[in-house]
Structure formats: C-alpha cells, structure tokens
C-alpha cells in the first residue's frame, strides 16, 4: 500500500489512503479529515463510513468517539451498520414491501419478516466514489453512489451524493442529496455508534440525552409504527429535560420492551425543512456534549441494545449491549406504508436534500444535571 496523497483546504487537512481491497479485487480508501480545532474524522469509500471520529474532552484530550474496526475486514465480516451510510431506506419496512402509484416492489426481508435499512446489499455495502474537496468551511468528503433500477427492490435508478464537511467550529456536518429516473422511496441516515467517554468506556447509561420532541412512534413487536404519534408526557421517553440513558430503560414498560431498550423514532418538535437542534447529548466524566440537528422531521434514538460482546472492534475491544447510542436522523419508519406520516416519495425532476449536523462541545461536568422527571 504506497498510494498517499494529500490537499490542504484552508485549516484543515485531507489524506487519502488505501484502507484495503474487496473480495472482488476492488480498492477501498480512506480519506481522513482534521481540521484547525483538533477534530479528525475518518470515511471509508466502502460503505461511506465513518471508521473514526476524534474528539477533544473538556482538557483538550482527544479520544476516539465511535465504534467500528481497524481494518476494512472487520467491516466485510458483517456488523451492525457501525457509522455506515444508511439507504435506500433507514430503518424498517413493513412486511418489504410497498404500493406506489399502483406499482408494489417487493424488498428484502432482513429483519424478520420487514426490511430494515435498504436491505441485504444496502448503501452501507456499496463502494462510492470518493472526493477530497477543500471548502471555505473545512476539509470536505464527496461520496457518490449511483443505485441501479430496480436494486434491493426499489424502483428508479436513484444517483446519490452525500457529503462529509469536519467545520472548523467542531461540526460534521452531512448532507445528502438524490434523484430519481422513476417514482421511489428514499430516507437516508448515518448510524455511527456514540460513546462520549471515549474507547475505554463499555457503557452509555450515565450519558445525558435531551430529545427535542413532545411525541414518538410507538412500535409493534416487530418495531414497525403502529401509526399513532404519542405523547411522551408521563412515559420513560420523555427526554425534553436532560435525563440519563440509563435512568429508566429497564423500567417496566411495552414499548422499552419491544425495543430491549430504546429504539424508537420521536417526532420532533420542528417545522418544515429548517436544520433545527434535535438532540443533545452530555457525558459528565469527559464533559463532552454533541448536539444534532437536523433537516429531518424525526430521530431515532438506539441505545444499542442488540450489541452482545460478540463484536470485536477497535484494538479487539468487546462491544457488549449498550456500550454505544446512535441517533439517526430519519423520516419515520414504514413511511411507504403509513400514508399520515410525511411522506418519503422522491419523483423524476425532483431533488432529495437533507442535512444533520453532529456538533461537538465540551462543557464543565457540574453543569451536566439529570432533570430526570421523576
Ligand atoms: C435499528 C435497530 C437495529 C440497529 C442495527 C437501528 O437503526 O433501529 O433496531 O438493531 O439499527 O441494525
């Protein structure tokens, strides 16, 4: 492996370099991000994931802050989506399948009897085309990805941009662009795996989470919505004060049930397309915080609770059950088939735009309060 090569946008710099080969002989990059605050974040062309994500503690020590492997092989072996571009549809689909404009396309079943997060050969899978970019803001990633008709079941052949951009105010900010040659679905997420205290750290539940939404999905069994957007008033959802991840997750509760934790959509409190704060995360031993906010009108927050140790990561360390959250910027699941919802309906001529941004801070610990309602 001797390709190395380098660009240096104002501030910040972008490396690329081969992270390895895929079975069919194809080269895999990884172009790494740092930008002028001490922020470095690492994408790999396969999957379009970010394999790191380095960032400073309330001392200014950097650490690592997502899971994923030190190697592209760990991520050929199968994972559950560690920090993976998620499409053509984040989260479920119930029974795989859905009506559109007359048409049914039948998808993948790959959770059960529904289809989660673009199927078996999702954009997680695919190999983009990658870019370094300099830009005014910080050193950029383009990813592209064009998606043939008719690929894991969805109609239209949809041609894919998304781009990485690590800020210089310690933002990564994702956008996601697509078009579409025939009438089609399309949500599209990141899903990296937070854990705030840094790689040492085996679980999320003294983290602080605030979810700005009045109202979730609730869930079947098979964590497909039932439809209803419920209140979080009186229930172990309601994040709208700070409360920690772990506070009342084992409570006795359906809904934690299904999930064997959190894992749940929560329809936030925002208005039309405007990025708008949608969650907020503190950590009170490194008193780091992560605020996300998004373009999209829900979230979902996983409190990793299929992790079971059987994973090894970074430096062979077992990722066991909620050792790591995601929050996954979405339109809610099963959407195709739940006409209320917004809809994810993407026609010719027009453009999907949708933006997250995961912004890091740090903040004195004393100022972390558990607002836990009791
Ligand atoms: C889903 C979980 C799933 C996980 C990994 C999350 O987005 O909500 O149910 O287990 O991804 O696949």
Redesign the pocket.
């Known amino acids: 492996m001797t390709r190395q090569s380098s660009t240096a946008p104002p501030g910040g710099t972008i490396s690329t370099r081969p992270l390895g080969r895929l079975a069919d002989g194809r080269l895999v990059d990884l172009l790494v991000l740092r930008n002028n605050r001490g922020m470095q974040a690492s994408i790999s062309s396969y999957g379009g994931i970010i394999t790191s994500l380095i960032a400073p503690d309330l001392e200014g020590e950097p650490a690592d802050v997502v899971l994923g492997f030190d190697r592209l092989d760990g991520y050929l072996a199968g994972h559950?989506?560690f920090g993976a571009i998620?499409g053509r549809y984040?989260?479920?689909i119930g029974k795989g399948s859905f009506t559109l404009d007359g048409e049914t396309s039948i998808l993948a079943r790959n959770?059960g009897e529904n289809h989660?997060?673009g199927g078996i050969a999702g954009f997680d899978k695919a190999l983009w085309k990658a870019r370094p970019v300099s830009t005014p803001d910080g050193p950029q990633v383009e990813l592209e990805y064009s998606s043939v008709d008719g690929e894991e079941g969805y109609p239209g052949r949809l041609d894919v941009t998304v781009t990485y951009t690590l800020t210089h105010d310690n933002e990564l900010r994702v956008r996601y662009h697509a078009t579409t040659s025939r009438p089609t679905h399309v949500n599209l997420t990141s899903?990296s795996y937070f854990n705030l205290a840094g790689p040492e750290s085996s679980d999320v539940s003294d983290h602080l989470l605030t979810i700005n939404a009045d109202r979730f999905t609730p869930v079947d069994a098979g964590?497909i919505p039932t439809g209803e957007l419920r209140s979080v008033d009186g229930t172990p959802m309601d994040f709208r004060t700070p409360v920690a991840i772990g506070a009342r997750i084992d409570g006795v509760d359906e809904q934690l049930r299904f999930?064997g934790g959190y894992?749940h959509n929560w329809v936030l409190n925002t208005t039309g397309s405007k990025l708008s704060l949608a969650a907020k995360v503190s950590e009170p031993t490194s008193g780091r915080l992560l605020e996300v906010l998004t373009t999209e009108p829900g979230i979902?927050f996983?409190s990793g609770?299929?992790l079971d140790g059987r994973q090894l990561g970074k430096q062979g360390r077992a990722y066991g059950r909620r050792c790591a959250f995601?929050l996954?910027t979405q339109h809610f699941p099963d959407s195709p088939n739940q006409p209320q919802f917004p809809t994810t309906v993407l026609r010719p001529g027009l453009v999907y735009d949708s933006t997250t941004v995961y912004r890091f801070r740090v903040s004195d610990p004393r100022q972390m309060k558990d607002r836990s309602p009791s």
Do not use: S
């Open positions: 559950p989506y998620i984040a989260n479920r959770d989660l997060h899903h964590l999930g894992d979902q996983y609770n299929f995601c996954e």
